[in-house]
C-alpha cells in the first residue's frame, strides 16, 4: 500500500514519542493515527501530565516548520493568522503571515483565549486556509493543529464552543503514569530533558503519502452502515441535546481507515470503527442540561449508546 521508507519513518515516529512520554502507548498510537488521518489534535487533562510535552514531541519528530502560541485572554486574531502591514516604500499594505503559517502549530492552553480568537482557527482547522481582509491565503501542506486545555481551572478561561470541538478529529487525555512508569520519568531526567535528543524521523512527504493511502483503505457496506447507525443513535438518545454531526461520521470514518492502514491493512474492521469511536465523537455531544448538571459525563454517555449499537460479524 505504501513504500517501506514511508513505514519506517512512522515506526521512527512512534519510537520517538514513546521515548518521552512512558507508558501511554495506546495514546500515543491514537497521535500517530490522527496525523495519518489529517485530522487535529485536542490534549485535555490536569496540569502536569505532559500534554504539551508529548504536542512538542510530535512536533519535533517531524521535519517540517513548528510554531507554538501561548493563548491568554489578550491574544488577537491577527496574532495568529497575520495581518496586513503598509510599507511606506511602495505605499502599499504587505501582508506578514503569523504563526499559523506552519506544518504543527500548538495552541497551548487554548480555552485562555477569547472566542473570538478561538474562532480564528475554525476555517484553518476544516480548510487548512486562512482569510484575510478578504484574501485567501493556504496553509502548508501537511498542516495539524495540537491545542492543549485544563479542564479543572475555570478561572480566565472560555469554553470552546461547539462549532470548535466539532473539529478536533479526535479529544485524547494521558492520565498520571503508573508507579512504574513514574520511577521511569524520573531516572530519564537525571541528566538532561528526552526532548533535547529528538530528531525529526518523519517528513512531510511520507505525511501525505500516508494520507493518500488511508483514503484507499476499503469500507464494507456493512461497516459503513455500523458508523452511521452509531452517529444517528447519538441524535436519538434522550440524554444528548446535540448529537454527532455528518462531519463526525466522516472523520470517524477517516481515523477507522488510518488505524487499519497503520495495522497493514486494505479494509476495515468493525473493531477499528469501534475502538476509535469514543475519542473522535464524546467530545462533540452537548448533553441535556439535567444529565449535564446532574453529573453526566459525555464519555460515559456515549459509551452506554455505543455499547447498545450492534456491530457488525
Same mark, same amino acid.
Given at each position: 500500500?505504501?513504500?517501506?521508507?514511508?513505514?519506517?519513518?512512522?515506526?521512527?515516529?512512534?519510537?520517538?514519542?514513546?521515548?518521552?512520554?512512558?507508558?501511554?502507548?495506546?495514546?500515543?498510537?491514537?497521535?500517530?493515527?490522527?496525523?495519518?488521518?489529517?485530522?487535529?489534535?485536542?490534549?485535555?487533562? %490536569?496540569?502536569?501530565?505532559? #500534554?504539551?510535552?508529548?504536542?512538542? $514531541? *510530535?512536533?519535533?519528530?517531524? @521535519? =517540517? &516548520?513548528?510554531?507554538?502560541?501561548?493563548?491568554?485572554?489578550?491574544?488577537?486574531?491577527?496574532?495568529?493568522?497575520?495581518?496586513?502591514?503598509?510599507?511606506?516604500?511602495?505605499?502599499?499594505?504587505?501582508?506578514?503571515?503569523?504563526?499559523?503559517?506552519?506544518?504543527?502549530?500548538?495552541?497551548?492552553?487554548?480555552?485562555?483565549?477569547?472566542?473570538?480568537?478561538?474562532?480564528?482557527?475554525?476555517?484553518?482547522?476544516?480548510?487548512?486556509?486562512?482569510?484575510?481582509?478578504?484574501?485567501?491565503?493556504?496553509?502548508?501542506?501537511?498542516?495539524?493543529?495540537?491545542?492543549?486545555?485544563?479542564?479543572?481551572?475555570?478561572?480566565?478561561?472560555?469554553?470552546?464552543?461547539?462549532?470548535?470541538?466539532?473539529?478536533?478529529?479526535?479529544?485524547?487525555?494521558?492520565?498520571?503514569?503508573?508507579?512504574?512508569?513514574?520511577?521511569?520519568? %524520573?531516572?530519564?531526567?537525571? #541528566?538532561?530533558?528526552?526532548?533535547? $535528543? *529528538?530528531?525529526?524521523?518523519? @517528513? =512531510? &512527504?511520507?505525511?501525505?503519502?500516508?494520507?493518500?493511502?488511508?483514503?484507499?483503505?476499503?469500507?464494507?457496506?456493512?461497516?459503513?452502515?455500523?458508523?452511521?447507525?452509531?452517529?444517528?443513535?447519538?441524535?436519538?438518545?434522550?440524554?444528548?441535546?446535540?448529537?454527532?454531526?455528518?462531519?463526525?461520521?466522516?472523520?470517524?470514518?477517516?481515523?477507522?481507515?488510518?488505524?487499519?492502514?497503520?495495522?497493514?491493512?486494505?479494509?476495515?474492521?468493525?473493531?477499528?470503527?469501534?475502538?476509535?469511536?469514543?475519542?473522535?465523537?464524546?467530545?462533540?455531544?452537548?448533553?441535556?442540561?439535567?444529565?449535564?448538571?446532574?453529573?453526566?459525563?459525555?464519555?460515559?454517555?456515549?459509551?452506554?449508546?455505543?455499547?447498545?449499537?450492534?456491530?457488525?460479524?
Amino acid at each position: 500500500m505504501i513504500d517501506g521508507d514511508t513505514t519506517r519513518q512512522l515506526d521512527a515516529l512512534l519510537d520517538n514519542l514513546k521515548s518521552v512520554i512512558k507508558g501511554k502507548d495506546e495514546v500515543l498510537e491514537l497521535v500517530v493515527t490522527a496525523l495519518c488521518a489529517g485530522g487535529n489534535i485536542l490534549m485535555d487533562d %490536569v496540569p502536569g501530565v505532559g #500534554k504539551t510535552t508529548l504536542a512538542k $514531541a *510530535l512536533a519535533m519528530s517531524i @521535519d =517540517g &516548520v513548528f510554531q507554538r502560541v501561548q493563548f491568554t485572554p489578550d491574544l488577537l486574531p491577527s496574532d495568529i493568522t497575520g495581518s496586513s502591514i503598509f510599507n511606506p516604500k511602495d505605499a502599499k499594505f504587505h501582508f506578514r503571515k503569523g504563526p499559523l503559517f506552519a506544518n504543527i502549530f500548538l495552541a497551548d492552553e487554548i480555552n485562555r483565549a477569547s472566542p473570538r480568537t478561538q474562532s480564528a482557527l475554525l476555517e484553518a482547522m476544516n480548510e487548512s486556509q486562512v482569510t484575510v481582509e478578504g484574501t485567501t491565503y493556504p496553509l502548508p501542506d501537511p498542516f495539524l493543529v495540537i491545542a492543549t486545555e485544563n479542564p479543572v481551572e475555570y478561572q480566565g478561561t472560555y469554553p470552546l464552543p461547539e462549532a470548535q470541538l466539532d473539529r478536533f478529529a479526535m479529544m485524547l487525555e494521558l492520565g498520571y503514569p503508573s508507579k512504574k512508569d513514574e520511577i521511569e520519568i %524520573v531516572d530519564s531526567r537525571k #541528566k538532561s530533558d528526552p526532548l533535547d $535528543a *529528538l530528531k525529526p524521523v518523519v @517528513d =512531510g &512527504v511520507a505525511i501525505k503519502k500516508a494520507r493518500k493511502a488511508v483514503g484507499e483503505v476499503e469500507i464494507d457496506p456493512s461497516i459503513a452502515d455500523y458508523m452511521v447507525e452509531i452517529a444517528r443513535a447519538t441524535r436519538e438518545d434522550t440524554r444528548v441535546k446535540l448529537g454527532a454531526s455528518p462531519r463526525a461520521l466522516l472523520t470517524l470514518s477517516r481515523c477507522a481507515r488510518a488505524k487499519a492502514f497503520i495495522e497493514g491493512r486494505s479494509h476495515l474492521l468493525p473493531d477499528d470503527v469501534k475502538s476509535l469511536s469514543t475519542v473522535v465523537i464524546a467530545h462533540r455531544l452537548v448533553l441535556e442540561n439535567k444529565i449535564k448538571y446532574g453529573g453526566g459525563e459525555k464519555r460515559e454517555v456515549f459509551q452506554d449508546i455505543l455499547e447498545k449499537v450492534p456491530a457488525p460479524v
